[in-house]
């Protein structure tokens, strides 16, 4: 019984005891198997052995033998310190300042042309004058020259007259100065005529990697040279992989070759070291070139290969290569013309077969489609107008004269539209202009000037009987040559000097300008200086010493000077019965050095860091100035009718609008307003009112050749302030200052529902 009940309890741990003892009995085994003693005769093979297997070149073996004693791996060893020798700082990596450089991309082609001091100031010129539009760089190279240089040329003088050493000097200063730069170099005499969109169409489809020496192939004198050289006086084309092939050998060569004829003398060094003949076709392309004879007239002549022709040679003086110009001039033309009308004549064919058919081709044929609006404020408007008057006046009124440019335009449109007319008519009809009965026109940004003619003619068959009838006809000038105008370089690092007038009206308003000022500007340490102009009418500059209107700003702008202790205020008082913004600023510009850069500000504007670098970047002295146009907000009464305004406002439609009839805020240098100003004198002499009837915008309109750069400013944002209208100043002043808070109220939808809120309240 006992026992049966110690089996039952036993049996639960049986099988661990058991896994125990098996575990310590197999450890015990497994070390006597492993042990060895430490006197086994084979220590110092197994050692080899270890070695051997031992990839690692620095590792120490465990029982290595050091001076013949046994030494254990655990043994500490003295490791003598070597110091870390310090890296040099890599270099820093500066990338190519353009993408071309980097990528290795060179212009296409350089012009060279040999000339000489006595033909300098007559064939070169000629040559220049019909070339220099044409090509990107074109350099003369001249042995001697004369003390002036003609305007507009590039002239490199070697300062001797031998034609071998000026062909020598011409070939080591390209090497010099352009072989990086461009693809291919084009030499020719100024005794030549060059069709320079031709050579620029020739390099165009030719492989830039290509050994080539291309012109007019000429055998050497005397026969003994083999190969050809190219005639200097049709002009050849060396490839920029040929003439690198000739840098290291050009001594060789001014040393080694005679010659008498300089490219004689380039076509042997050539040929004895670039191994390269001169050839007049490459790739399937021909070097087309003409000589022309002593009294031959470009217009009389019918040789297919003068119409065709690169270069003509020789041209004996300057009149005759004018004439050449205007000849080849005339038949790029006619061949543009026909190329335009095949282009037309395909899209035309295309269109056909296009989804919308001859809907899908605009007229006229290859001209952009006109500009569709998309809502009723993009619908472009058309002018109306008649042989001596237009409808849409800049001053607003009704009708006006039709004069000056707009009277050529419309009389150069008539003439256009008959020569059509007659052209489409002849020889059946022929139509002769009795009156412009109605005229239209528009501007289209997307394609140019867009005119709708009503014309009534007099039709003349070729029996001689006419009749009269109207005609309606469709004219566009496109917009063709669009170029970007150069800017001189400014930048955003120029400090901007804020002016910031004050009447007696602005002062409740200055606390909220100089806390936001302070935030923008005193506390980024923003590169500005801001100078008050404290504005008394002749009663309150008597009263200054008992009673300062301005006493509260004073105070105001002194404790920010201690609070800000780098940062100085300066302020002006100034006694004036009209506040003009001339008058102003002709005290603060004697203040000031003629390069200070002004911003003009209005007390109710948030002035920050945004505006000020746009006001640098589009303020170029002697060049521009900038008058923006801030976002006025709306009337909260009306905008936000029965509503609580937001903490901030947005710049949407129902919030405010861009107030087009200020310009008090103006970016300038004080040298364009002194330039302005000096040329304003005369009339101010004449009639003092001047001063007061202008602003500073209508003197630079007036009074200087400066861009006036006008354009909205969404970092300028000022709040809904009735302002109050000086009608001392000039009328044209005081009606912009009424009409700017009339508009300032609120939109026309919200004043439309609030005067039908109002009719409604009436009714009830």
């Known amino acids: 019984m006992r026992f049966s009940m110690l089996i039952s309890l036993i049996r639960p741990i049986g099988p661990v005891v058991i896994g125990i003892s098996l575990g310590f009995t197999l450890s015990l085994l497994s070390v006597t198997w492993v042990e060895e003693p430490c006197s086994n005769p084979d220590w110092n093979r197994r050692d080899e052995v270890a070695l051997e297997l031992d990839e690692n070149p620095y590792s120490l073996p465990a029982g290595s033998l050091q001076n013949g004693e046994n030494v254990e ?26 993408i071309s450089t980097e990528l290795g991309i060179r212009e296409r082609l350089f012009a060279g042309v040999l000339t000489s001091k006595n033909t300098m100031n007559t064939m070169a010129v000629a040559v220049n004058r019909t070339i220099r539009h044409h090509l990107d760089n074109v350099v003369y190279f001249t042995g001697m020259r004369n003390r002036k240089i003609p305007h507009g040329m590039f002239v490199v003088t070697h300062g001797d007259e031998r034609l071998i050493w000026n062909m020598f000097q011409t070939i080591r200063y390209v090497l010099e100065h352009y072989i990086n730069e461009y693809d291919w170099f084009y030499f020719v005499q100024d005794d030549t005529y060059i069709q320079a969109d031709r050579i620029k169409s020739l390099v165009g489809h030719l492989s830039i990697h290509t050994d080539l020496y291309m012109g007019s192939p000429e055998e050497f004198i005397g026969g003994e040279t083999e190969g050809r050289y190219c005639y200097g006086g049709f002009g050849y084309l060396l490839s920029r992989t040929l003439l690198l092939k000739l840098q290291p050998n050009l001594e060789s060569c001014r040393n080694d070759i005679l010659s008498s004829r300089p490219d004689e003398w380039l076509g042997r060094c050539i040929i004895d070291y670039g191994n390269v003949n001169c050839v007049d076709q490459q790739e399937g392309l021909h070097y087309q070139r003409f000589e022309m004879g002593k009294n031959s007239d470009p217009n009389k002549e019918e040789d297919i290969r003068f119409k065709n022709a690169f270069t003509v040679h020789p041209v004996l003086d300057p009149a005759q290569m004018y004439r050449l110009h205007k000849y080849f001039t005339e038949i790029e033309l006619q061949r543009t013309y026909e190329e335009i009308e095949k282009l037309q004549a395909e899209i035309k064919n295309t269109s056909e077969v296009a989804f919308d058919g001859n809907r899908s081709a605009h007229w006229p ?15 472009l408007r058309w002018e109306y107008f008649t042989e001596d008057q237009v409808y ?18 419309v009389t150069n449109v008539i003439e256009i539209a008959m020569g059509e007319l007659n052209k489409k008519y002849k020889p059946v009809l022929h139509l002769k202009k009795q009156q412009l009965i109605n005229g239209y026109r528009r501007f289209d940004p997307t394609r140019g000037m867009e005119y709708t003619l009503d014309l009534q003619l007099e039709v003349v068959n070729q029996k001689g009987r006419s009749r009269s009838i109207t005609k309606r006809v469709h004219l566009v000038r496109p917009l063709s040559d669009v170029e970007i105008i150069p800017m001189p370089y400014v930048t955003e690092a120029t400090r901007v000097h804020i002016i910031l007038a004050v009447t007696v009206h602005d002062r409740d308003y200055v606390n909220q300008f100089l806390e936001v000022y302070a935030t923008n500007f005193f506390e980024m340490s923003e590169n500005a200086i801001l100078s008050f102009l404290f504005i008394y009418d002749p009663f309150q500059a008597q009263q200054v010493n008992q009673n300062d209107i301005f006493a509260n700003v004073k105070a105001k702008i002194t404790a920010y000077e201690h609070k800000y202790p780098v940062t100085k205020i300066p302020w002006i008082s100034v006694k004036t019965e009209t506040p003009s913004q001339i008058k102003i600023m002709d005290i603060i510009s004697k203040k000031h050095p003629v390069d200070t850069l002004f911003f003009v500000a209005n007390v109710n504007t948030n002035v920050n860091s945004e505006f000020l670098n746009r006001c640098r970047m589009n303020t170029i002295n002697n060049w521009q100035v900038f008058f923006p146009i801030h976002f006025q907000d709306y009337n909260p009464d009306i905008a936000y009718h029965n509503q609580q305004p937001p903490p901030t406002i947005d710049l949407i439609r129902d919030a405010g609008h861009f107030d087009r009839d200020v310009f008090d805020e103006a970016c300038f240098y004080n040298s364009d307003y002194m330039a302005a100003r000096t040329k304003m004198v005369t009339d101010v002499q004449e009639n003092e009112e001047i001063l007061e009837a202008l602003d500073v915008y209508d003197m630079f ?24 209208c000086n009608p001392r100043l000039g009328e044209e002043i005081y009606h912009r200052c009424v009409q700017s808070n009339l508009e300032g109220l609120g939109s026309r939808s919200q004043l439309a529902m609030l005067l039908f809120e109002q009719e409604q309240g009436n009714s009830t």
Not at 392 to 409: F, R, W, Y
């Open 392 to 409: 849409t006046c800049k001053d607003g009124s009704p009708k006006c004269e039709l004069q000056g440019i707009d009277k050529a335009d």
């Open 73 to 98: 791996d655990f043994e500490p060893r003295i490791v003598p310190y070597k110091p870390v020798q310090q890296q040099t700082p890599p270099k820093k990596f500066y990338r190519a300042k353009y």
């Open 701 to 724: 309109i007036k009074y200087s050749n400066l861009h006036v750069f006008r354009a909205i400013e969404p970092a300028l944002h000022q709040k809904y302030r009735h302002k109050v």
């Open 365 to 379: 044929i290859g001209i952009n489609p006109p500009f569709e609006p998309k809502t009723r404020f993009e619908v």
